[in-house]
């Protein structure tokens, strides 16, 4: 018998991306490393409903992360100044 988890792991999560607001952008936007090429992903941050999950599975500054995650513009896992989504 197994014993229930208090966390669920992230495999075991409905899939929130679907949900993302940036779901259908060129993966060239979401991974972009420059403020002109991530600015359509930056724009949809500011209104996406699942922007905690995205922090929160992706761990920008955990997994020295590229692109946009959680309304930022990350390059090697640290958020760019001034690259936020306006909201």
């Known amino acids: 018998m197994t014993t229930p988890r208090t966390q669920p792991r992230g ?4 899939d929130w991306r679907l949900l993302a607001a940036c ?8 991974f972009a490393t ?4 991530a ?3 930056l724009g949809r941050c ?3 409903p ?3 999950e995205c922090l929160a599975v992706v761990e920008p500054a ?4 590229d692109g946009v995650c959680g309304g930022s513009l990350w390059r090697n ?5 001034g690259a936020a989504a306006a909201g």
């Open 23 to 30: 779901a259908g952008l060129p993966a060239r936007t979401v």
């Open 46 to 48: 500011a209104r996406c």
């Open 50 to 52: 699942v922007d905690r």
């Open 62 to 65: 955990h997994s020295w992360f």
């Open 39 to 41: 600015g359509p992903a």
């Open 77 to 81: 896992g640290r958020a760019v100044a």
């Open 11 to 14: 495999e075991d999560l409905p």
């Open 34 to 37: 420059r403020l002109q090429q």
